[in-house]
T-cell receptor, first 109, second 113 residues
Framework: GQQLNQSPQSMFIQEGEDVSMNCTSSSIFNTWLWYKQDPGEGPVLLIALYKAGELTSNGRLTAQFGITRKDSFLNISASIPSDVGIYFC?????????FGAGTTVTVRA | DGGITQSPKYLFRKEGQNVTLSCEQNLNHDAMYWYRQDPGQGLRLIYY???????QKGDIAEGYSVSREKKESFPLTVTSAQKNPTAFYLC????????????FGPGTRLLVL
């Protein structure tokens, strides 16, 4: 599978700020997924998107499945210290996932 | 409670040695996957299995082998042919009824002595 283009690579944010990250691909996907990974742990699923144009929220998280099926973004509103971690996007076609390289989020208290 | 377990958490391999990483799930998922994660990179697919007694190579299968004798279990063997085995290994599973969304285990870190 291909590696997706995820940006930014890292970000420092102030507690309370809204942040945004995105993922693009040259291929079409049927599903877009966003995971968060803490150091030394497995990725935890945050949001799954199954339809082009879909906008889905999970608490302070909002993600959208791009209309072209080649991109997705994730927004985090009102950042808190526990938002620290690495966020990965993944595009799914058939049974296989292709991953972005991750966005490392560090929150300044 | 349901989930995916991986053991051990840390594993040390000597040169020329084969080691086996365990992955078990009690989610009744049909499909299981093995990924390798290196620092600063996304996950790369090693092997996957959609049903018992069947599995397919992923993008980086060389130096690895798997078996799928039971629905709940998908062990990964890192053979001596894998020249750069130091990495974080993640197992995942999915089901057709769940939209094939993959859920991950806690991972095993493999280090070479």
């Amino acid at each position: 599978g291909q590696q997706l283009n995820q940006s930014p690579q890292s970000m420092f944010i102030q507690e309370g700020e809204d942040v945004s990250m995105n993922c693009t691909s040259s291929s079409i996907f049927n599903t877009w997924l966003w995971y968060k990974q803490d150091p030394g742990e497995g990725p935890v699923l945050l949001i799954a998107l199954y339809k082009a144009g879909e906008l889905t929220s999970n608490g302070r998280l909002t993600a959208q499945f791009g209309i072209t099926r080649k991109d997705s973004f994730l927004n985090i509103s009102a950042s808190i210290p526990s938002d620290v971690g690495i966020y990965f996007c993944a595009g799914q076609a058939d049974y296989k996932l292709s991953f972005g390289a991750g966005t490392t989020v560090t929150v300044r208290a | 409670d349901g989930g995916i377990t991986q053991s051990p958490k840390y594993l040390f391999r000597k040169e020329g040695q084969n080691v086996t990483l365990s992955c078990e799930q009690n989610l009744n998922h049909d499909a299981m996957y093995w990924y390798r994660q290196d620092p600063g990179q996304g996950l790369r697919l090693i092997y996957y299995s959609q049903i018992v007694n069947d599995f397919q190579k992923g993008d980086i299968a060389e130096g690895y082998s798997v078996s799928r004798e039971k629905k709940e279990s998908f062990p990964l063997t890192v053979t001596s042919a894998q020249k750069n085995p130091t990495a974080f290994y993640l197992c995942a599973s999915s089901s057709a009824t769940g939209g094939e969304t993959q859920y991950f285990g806690p991972g095993t870190r493999l280090l070479v002595l």
